[in-house]
C-alpha cells in the first residue's frame, strides 16, 4: 500500500473518478436543477409568531392501506438492504397514517403523517402536499410533515434497489398510487376530526436498543402523545421511539412495516381499537435492536417471531407510561427551505440517471447541492420541541456528546451547538426522515472516507472502525448546515 501511495495511485484514483462526475455535470441539462423557490410552492411555512392562546384540541386520525393488489404479479423490489430483491409475499401491509391537530387558536392546522417506506425524498413529499393544498378540502392548513419510517422490507420508494446500482427500483405506478393515497389519508384525518383532551408521557426502554457505531450515544426514551376524544371514541397514540426498522433482516422478501406494525396490532388490541402512529428518531450511528448479531442475517421463521416480540415490546412501553401529563392547546411550527452542498459521487451519479429524484441545484462554481428542508414545532406551553430532521442524524449531533480530537477517526473537535442547547421545552426529541431522506447526517471530525474510493468503498479508519455510514451521506457540510439551519430557524421564532 505504501508504494502505491507513492506512486500517487489513490489521488489518479480519485481524480478520475472527479473527471467522470465533472464531465457528467457538464452535459446533465439545465432543466435537471431547479431552485429553492421553484421546489417550495407548496412547503407550507408555519408561523411566524409563537402563540399560546388556543382554545381546544382538535384532532383526527386516517390511514390508507398502500400495498398493492398485484404484489405478487408485477415486480416491486424491496428496499433496505440488497439490490433485485423483489416481494415474494405480504406479512403486513404498508401504511399512510395521518394525524390531523389544531389548537383552535384560528392560525391552522397541522399534520403530521407516517409512511411504511425506507425513505421518501421531499420532491415526492411536495407532489402529496400539492394534491392536498390543491384539494381545498382542509382550509387554513398550516404545516404538512410527512415521516418515512424506516421500515426495511417495504416497496422502494427512493429508487436505489432495483436490479442493479444504476437502475430505478420505484415503480412509478404505485409511486402515483401512494401520493393519491397518502393524501387522502390527510384529508380524511382533517374530515374525522374530534374535540378532546391531548397527552405526553414517556418511558424509558432497557436492553432493546444498541448503536452499532461509536460513541456509543442513543435515546432510549419512549414518546408517547396521546389524543383522548371527548365522545369517548378510541384514542390516538403517536409513538416516537428511535430504531432502524430492520428487525426482519436481511433475508426478507416480504412487504412489511416491520416492528412498528407489531407495535399498532398490540396496542389496538390491549386497548380495544385505538389508533397508532410511528415516527421514528436520530437513527444515524446506528441505532438498530439490541440482538442485531442474532436477527441481521437470520432464516426469516426466526426473524419474523423476533419482529412480532419487538413490537409487541415496545408497545408494552408505551402501555406502561404512568406519568401523562396534559398539553395545553397550543401548536406552532415553522419551516425553511435549504441547500446542502453534496460531495457523495455514487449518490450525485444515480441521481443524474434519474434513479435519486431529489432536487438538485447548481452554483456558478458547478457545485451540485441538494434541497431540502428543516421544521421546528413545539406543542403545548414550553412543554414538547420537536426537531424535524430530513434523515438519520447520529444521535450525538442531539446530545452534544461528539468524539473527542482523540478518539475520532480525523484527529479534530466537532464544533457544533448541538440540537439540546437549542431546546427550550420540557422535553424534547428528534423526529428522523422528515420531509425528505438525505441518508446518514455524521459529525465532521468523525466522517471517515476510503482512500481511493471515497462514497464507493467503506473506509476503515486508523482504530479499525468501519465507516459503512459516509457511503450514504450527502458529505461532511451536512450536519453542519442541517444544524445551523435549525438554529437559525429557532431563534428566528418570535413569541
Given at each position: 500500500?505504501?508504494?502505491?501511495?507513492?506512486?500517487?495511485?489513490?489521488?489518479?484514483?480519485?481524480?478520475?473518478?472527479?473527471?467522470?462526475?465533472?464531465?457528467?455535470?457538464?452535459?446533465?441539462?439545465?432543466?435537471?436543477?431547479?431552485?429553492?423557490?421553484?421546489?417550495?410552492?407548496?412547503?407550507?411555512?408555519?408561523?411566524?409568531?409563537?402563540?399560546?392562546?388556543?382554545?381546544?384540541?382538535?384532532?383526527?386520525?386516517?390511514?390508507?392501506?398502500?400495498?398493492?393488489?398485484?404484489?405478487?404479479?408485477?415486480?416491486?423490489?424491496?428496499?433496505?438492504?440488497?439490490?433485485?430483491?423483489?416481494?415474494?409475499?405480504?406479512?403486513?401491509?404498508?401504511?399512510?397514517?395521518?394525524?390531523?391537530?389544531?389548537?383552535?387558536?384560528?392560525?391552522?392546522?397541522?399534520?403530521?403523517?407516517?409512511?411504511?417506506?425506507?425513505?421518501?425524498?421531499?420532491?415526492?413529499?411536495?407532489?402529496?402536499?400539492?394534491?392536498?393544498?390543491?384539494?381545498?378540502?382542509?382550509?387554513?392548513?398550516?404545516?404538512?410533515?410527512?415521516?418515512?419510517?424506516?421500515?426495511?422490507?417495504?416497496?422502494?420508494?427512493?429508487?436505489?434497489?432495483?436490479?442493479?446500482?444504476?437502475?430505478?427500483?420505484?415503480?412509478?405506478?404505485?409511486?402515483?398510487?401512494?401520493?393519491?393515497?397518502?393524501?387522502?389519508?390527510?384529508?380524511?384525518?382533517?374530515?374525522?376530526?374530534?374535540?378532546?383532551?391531548?397527552?405526553?408521557?414517556?418511558?424509558?426502554?432497557?436492553?432493546?436498543?444498541?448503536?452499532?457505531?461509536?460513541?456509543?450515544d442513543y435515546d432510549e426514551t419512549v414518546t408517547s402523545i396521546r389524543f383522548?376524544?371527548?365522545?369517548?371514541?378510541?384514542?390516538?397514540?403517536?409513538?416516537?421511539?428511535?430504531?432502524?426498522?430492520?428487525?426482519?433482516?436481511?433475508?426478507?422478501?416480504f412487504v412489511s412495516a416491520d416492528f412498528p406494525a407489531y407495535m399498532d396490532?398490540?396496542?389496538?388490541?390491549?386497548?380495544?381499537?385505538?389508533?397508532?402512529?410511528?415516527?421514528?428518531?436520530?437513527?444515524?450511528?446506528?441505532?438498530?435492536?439490541?440482538?442485531?448479531?442474532?436477527?441481521?442475517?437470520?432464516?426469516?421463521?426466526?426473524?419474523?417471531?423476533?419482529?412480532?416480540?419487538?413490537?409487541?415490546?415496545?408497545?408494552?412501553?408505551?402501555?406502561?407510561?404512568?406519568?401523562?401529563?396534559?398539553?395545553?392547546?397550543?401548536?406552532?411550527?415553522?419551516?425553511?427551505?435549504?441547500?446542502?452542498?453534496?460531495?457523495?459521487?455514487?449518490?450525485?451519479?444515480?441521481?443524474?440517471?434519474?434513479?435519486?429524484?431529489?432536487?438538485?441545484?447548481?452554483?456558478?462554481?458547478?457545485?451540485?447541492?441538494?434541497?431540502?428542508?428543516?421544521?421546528?414545532?413545539?406543542?403545548?406551553?414550553?412543554?414538547?420541541?420537536?426537531?424535524?430532521?430530513?434523515?438519520?442524524?447520529?444521535?450525538?449531533?442531539?446530545?452534544?456528546?461528539?468524539?473527542?480530537?482523540?478518539?475520532?477517526?480525523?484527529?479534530?473537535?466537532?464544533?457544533?451547538?448541538?440540537?439540546?442547547?437549542?431546546?427550550?421545552?420540557?422535553?424534547?426529541?428528534?423526529?428522523?426522515?422528515?420531509?425528505?431522506?438525505?441518508?446518514?447526517?455524521?459529525?465532521?471530525?468523525?466522517?471517515?472516507?476510503?482512500?481511493?474510493?471515497?462514497?464507493?468503498?467503506?473506509?476503515?479508519?486508523?482504530?479499525?472502525?468501519?465507516?459503512?455510514?459516509?457511503?450514504?451521506?450527502?458529505?461532511?457540510?451536512?450536519?453542519?448546515?442541517?444544524?445551523?439551519?435549525?438554529?437559525?430557524?429557532?431563534?428566528?421564532?418570535?413569541?
Amino acid at each position: 500500500m505504501e508504494i502505491l501511495r507513492f506512486l500517487h495511485l489513490p489521488e489518479l484514483v480519485r481524480g478520475i473518478i472527479s473527471a467522470l462526475l465533472s464531465f457528467i455535470i457538464l452535459f446533465v441539462p439545465n432543466s435537471t436543477y431547479t431552485t429553492v423557490e421553484d421546489t417550495s410552492k407548496h412547503m407550507l411555512t408555519g408561523d411566524e409568531i409563537f402563540s399560546y392562546n388556543g382554545e381546544k384540541w382538535t384532532v383526527g386520525f386516517a390511514r390508507e392501506v398502500l400495498t398493492p393488489d398485484d404484489i405478487t404479479e408485477e415486480t416491486y423490489y424491496i428496499a433496505g438492504y440488497n439490490t433485485n430483491n423483489p416481494a415474494k409475499s405480504v406479512l403486513d401491509d404498508m401504511y399512510a397514517k395521518a394525524v390531523y391537530l389544531d389548537d383552535n387558536s384560528g392560525r391552522g392546522g397541522v399534520v403530521i403523517c407516517a409512511i411504511d417506506c425506507m425513505g421518501i425524498s421531499r420532491k415526492d413529499i411536495n407532489d402529496i402536499r400539492k394534491i392536498v393544498i390543491e384539494s381545498g378540502k382542509i382550509p387554513n392548513l398550516k404545516s404538512i410533515n410527512i415521516c418515512a419510517t424506516h421500515t426495511h422490507s417495504a416497496i422502494d420508494t427512493q429508487g436505489l434497489w432495483g436490479k442493479n446500482f444504476l437502475s430505478d427500483g420505484k415503480n412509478e405506478e404505485f409511486m402515483n398510487e401512494l401520493k393519491e393515497r397518502t393524501a387522502n389519508s390527510i384529508i380524511s384525518a382533517y374530515i374525522n376530526r374530534k374535540d378532546g383532551n391531548l397527552y405526553f408521557g414517556t418511558a424509558e426502554s432497557e436492553g432493546l436498543l444498541t448503536d452499532t457505531r461509536e460513541p456509543i450515544d442513543y435515546d432510549e426514551t419512549v414518546t408517547s402523545i396521546r389524543f383522548d376524544p371527548a365522545d369517548g371514541s378510541n384514542d390516538t397514540y403517536i409513538v416516537n421511539f428511535t430504531c432502524h426498522a430492520e428487525m426482519l433482516g436481511s433475508k426478507t422478501t416480504f412487504v412489511s412495516a416491520d416492528f412498528p406494525a407489531y407495535m399498532d396490532k398490540e396496542i389496538n388490541e390491549r386497548t380495544g381499537g385505538a389508533n397508532v402512529v410511528f415516527l421514528n428518531g436520530a437513527v444515524g450511528g446506528l441505532i438498530t435492536g439490541a440482538e442485531i448479531d442474532t436477527f441481521l442475517r437470520a432464516d426469516t421463521e426466526f426473524t419474523i417471531e423476533h419482529t412480532k416480540q419487538f413490537g409487541k415490546n415496545v408497545a408494552n412501553l408505551v402501555l406502561s407510561i404512568n406519568n401523562e401529563v396534559a398539553l395545553a392547546p397550543a401548536i406552532n411550527v415553522k419551516t425553511e427551505a435549504i441547500e446542502i452542498k453534496c460531495d457523495n459521487t455514487a449518490l450525485l451519479l444515480v441521481r443524474f440517471l434519474e434513479v435519486l429524484n431529489n432536487d438538485v441545484a447548481k452554483d456558478k462554481d458547478r457545485n451540485i447541492s441538494i434541497i431540502s428542508e428543516v421544521s421546528y414545532m413545539e406543542l403545548g406551553n414550553n412543554q414538547i420541541g420537536i426537531y424535524m430532521i430530513p434523515g438519520e442524524l447520529s444521535p450525538e449531533l442531539e446530545s452534544g456528546n461528539f468524539m473527542s480530537a482523540e478518539e475520532s477517526a480525523n484527529g479534530t473537535e466537532a464544533d457544533y451547538k448541538p440540537l439540546s442547547e437549542m431546546a427550550r421545552c420540557e422535553h424534547n426529541f428528534v423526529l428522523g426522515l422528515c420531509n425528505d431522506e438525505l441518508g446518514y447526517i455524521i459529525p465532521e471530525n468523525d466522517f471517515f472516507l476510503h482512500e481511493w474510493l471515497p462514497y464507493f468503498n467503506n473506509a476503515v479508519d486508523l482504530s479499525g472502525r468501519k465507516h459503512y455510514e459516509e457511503t450514504n451521506s450527502l458529505g461532511p457540510q451536512a450536519a453542519g448546515a442541517i444544524l445551523e439551519a435549525m438554529d437559525e430557524l429557532i431563534s428566528s421564532t418570535k413569541r
